[in-house]
Nanobody, 117 residues
Framework: VRLEESGGGLVQPGGSLTLSCAAS????????MNWYRQTPGKERELVAA???????NYADSVKGRFTISRDSGKNTVYLQMNGLKSEDTAVYYC????????????WGSGTQVTVSS
């Protein structure tokens, strides 16, 4: 599986951004697609997840502000981020979890999101 992320950038507090992650290759192996984020000196944390069946899960810190969605036809997952705060500043990574089906777990290269005035 290969992942290509896009959509990061600089946004003011309260603004919105949408991240995209397009998967290619052995996409039939993917059970769940996830967005993680990481800031310097901290562990990578799960932000949002969506299963093959469409079940979603969010970190408490983003509930009500972020929405994860999946276009299965395009093998693409999106993260719509609204009401952005300075603490959302991080490198965001797309993850395709195919461990259950194929024993693979793939990460994107990351995209920087900076929330600042």
């Amino acid at each position: 599986v290969r992942l290509e992320e896009s959509g990061g950038g600089l946004v003011q507090p309260g603004g919105s951004l949408t991240l995209s992650c397009a998967a290619s290759g052995r996409t039939g192996c993917i059970s769940t697609m996830n967005w993680y984020r990481q800031t310097p000196g901290k562990e990578r944390e799960l932000v949002a997840a969506v299963t093959f069946g469409g079940t979603t899960n969010y970190a408490d810190s983003v509930k009500g502000r972020f929405t994860i969605s999946r276009d299965s036809g395009k093998n693409t997952v999106y993260l719509q981020m609204n009401g952005l705060k300075s603490e959302d500043t991080a490198v965001y990574y797309c993850n395709a979890d195919g461990r259950a089906k194929c024993g693979i777990n793939t990460w994107g290269s990351g995209t920087q999101v900076t929330v600042s005035s």
